[in-house]
């Protein structure tokens, strides 16, 4: 799937909930369910900065698409995490690097958790990216 | 005291975030402003705005006697001995950077001790490990209880003919501790060690002498106590200041400029270098005429009710922990939940309307000490309500109950 069927899919089960506490508790849900790291992978390196809770982001490549996997020691920054894994992992370090994220307004999130607050949306987002950036240096 | 029109004095409590009405808990990181205090600023902008001490003009005059009747007030306010030790800076860590900067090699020179605390604020700590690294300082700590008050029984044996000074705060930002200044600068004062005082939350919810503490310096920021950011106050015994060198240097602090030599400028002018924050310093002189209208005792007390009925409510929660139990304390109370990150109570509780502190609030050390990496942390103002603290409690058990 690409990252911008992926993303309609992502605003369309936001869609479901009118609620605030639905759509954190969804949110909530995605975090838990999400594989945590290991712990010496939790580590300086892999942290996210710009993040008041703790938020730990890995990359690898397989076959020329990017894989992640992340983790936090709080709840809401790791759903928000997870989503992210979700929409960007198995895509091309090209397609990661070029995508423009709408979902954040499109299922009204923004006003809950837009980039200014620290929640760490706009730190995971670059780091995500940077992933990418240096992915794609290793095929050129 | 009429809550509800102190309530109506204060446009910001008008806000509603996510559709609630704003409850305001994070007092302890900056305080709202009454219209009268946004008013002063304003009209002195538009009415009489012009430089200080500088001019012959009516308007300089006006804005000059804004600004000086400001600093008496202040004076005034901290039982200073004149307007003259009375220093407009920034806030509380330009006031401490100041000090430390100008004890670099007079009162502070290599291998010499400073003596600060386990609860400091990092704008009490920064300043002083920057220039150990420099002088080759010792830094001796003042350890704390499991309840979060000062270990002064041995104090003695913590400083040496080598200590210089002892920099406290007088209340703790995170546990909310009124520490026993009086009875350490005396202690400080025996042995000719240098006291400063970081009043930046104490000046707020106590009454503060200054003769009376026999501090050498009193630091504070005009920010929490109801007035503009970006203007603060350092307090220093005239003494003292009048032999310490100059800070910041350009014009207004000096008297006589060649360019191979300047003479400087009296006390006060002596720190304040370059065109100073006017409109902030006037605000300040309008909130402590505000507060000084309600009445001090008269805020402290009813701060005191919010504290005690906020502990009593918060305590019943299942799980939850109180960093910070002094029996004498600010209005703050700082806590954790068993299961619950801080950060995610504090987004709930935001959607709720409640604005609440999370993190380390510039207490990295003490963060270490209590074994945390943060809190969550509320802390109250005269405006605050009790039906606000029953909407907390409620509020924060929904919270729980999503995130465990």
Redesign the interface.
Request: a negative charge; proline letters at 0%.
């Given at each position: 799937m690409t990252i911008k069927e992926k993303e309609q899919e992502l605003i369309e089960d936001f869609e479901l909930f009118e609620d605030w506490m639905d759509k954190y508790n969804y949110i909530i849900e995605l975090g838990k369910g999400i594989n945590a790291l290991q712990e010496e992978e939790k580590n300086e390196k892999n942290l996210v900065n710009g993040c008041t809770s703790q938020v730990w982001l890995l990359a690898e490549m397989k076959d020329g698409k990017v894989y992640y996997r992340a983790d936090s020691d709080a709840l809401i920054p790791k759903g928000i995490a997870a989503l992210l894994v979700k929409l960007y992992s198995g895509n091309s370090p090209k397609d990661i690097m070029e995508h423009d994220p709408v979902f954040i307004k499109e299922t009204g999130l923004e006003q809950h958790l837009s980039p200014n607050r620290a929640n760490g949306l706009a730190s995971m987002i670059n780091k995500i990216k940077s992933y990418a950036g240096y992915y794609s240096k290793s095929i050129n | 005291m009429h809550i509800e029109k102190i309530r109506s004095d204060f446009p910001e409590l008008k806000q509603k975030v996510?559709g609630n009405p704003l409850v305001y808990f994070d007092n302890a990181a900056t305080a709202l402003k009454p219209l009268q205090v946004i008013e002063s600023v304003s009209n002195y902008y538009s009415d009489y705005n012009s430089n200080v001490h500088r001019a012959g003009h009516k308007m300089s005059a006006l804005a000059t006697t804004g600004y000086e009747n400001a600093r008496s007030k202040v004076a005034e306010f901290i039982n200073a001995a004149s307007p003259d030790e009375i220093v407009f800076t920034k806030g509380t860590t330009e006031s401490i950077n100041l000090l430390a900067s100008i004890f670099e090699n007079s009162i502070l020179k290599d291998g010499d001790e400073i003596v600060l605390t386990q609860m400091e604020h990092h704008s009490n700590i920064v300043p002083w490990v920057a220039l150990k690294e420099k002088l080759n300082l010792n830094i001796k700590i003042i350890d704390i209880d499991e309840k979060g008050q000062l270990l002064i029984d041995n104090i003695d044996d913590l400083w040496s003919e080598k200590t210089k000074v002892l920099s406290i705060s007088h209340s703790s930002n995170v546990l909310g501790t009124i520490n026993p200044v009086k009875e350490l600068i005396a202690l400080a004062n025996k042995k000719g060690i240098i006291t400063i005082v970081d009043g930046a939350q104490a000046i707020v919810h106590t009454g503060v002498d200054v003769r009376q503490l026999d501090c050498d310096f009193y630091c504070f920021s005009g920010h929490k106590l109801y007035s503009p950011m970006g203007i603060g106050v350092l307090y220093g015994k005239k003494e003292l200041l009048e032999t310490l060198p100059t800070y910041q240097k350009g014009g207004g602090m000096i008297n006589k400029v060649t360019f191979d030599h300047v003479t400087y400028n009296v006390l006060p002018y002596k720190y304040e270098a370059g065109t100073p924050n006017v409109g902030g310093a006037i605000g300040l002189g309008e909130a402590i005429d505000y507060i000084s209208s309600i009445g001090l005792d008269k805020i402290f007390n009813y701060e005191k009710e919010l504290l005690n009925y906020a502990t009593k409510k918060i305590i019943e929660i299942e799980g939850i922990k109180i960093f910070g139990n002094a029996e004498d304390k600010d209005p703050i109370i700082s806590f954790e939940v068993e299961g619950v990150?801080?950060?995610?109570l504090g987004?709930?509780l935001d959607?709720f309307g409640i604005a609440i502190r999370?993190?380390h609030h510039c207490a990295q050390p003490l963060m270490k000490k209590l074994c945390v990496?943060?809190t969550s942390r509320i802390s109250f103002s005269f405006y605050n309500t009790k039906e606000e603290i029953d909407y907390f409690i409620e509020k924060i058990n929904i919270a729980i109950k999503?995130?465990r």
């Open positions: - | 996510n990150h801080n950060y995610d987004a709930i959607q999370t993190g990496t943060g999503m995130l």
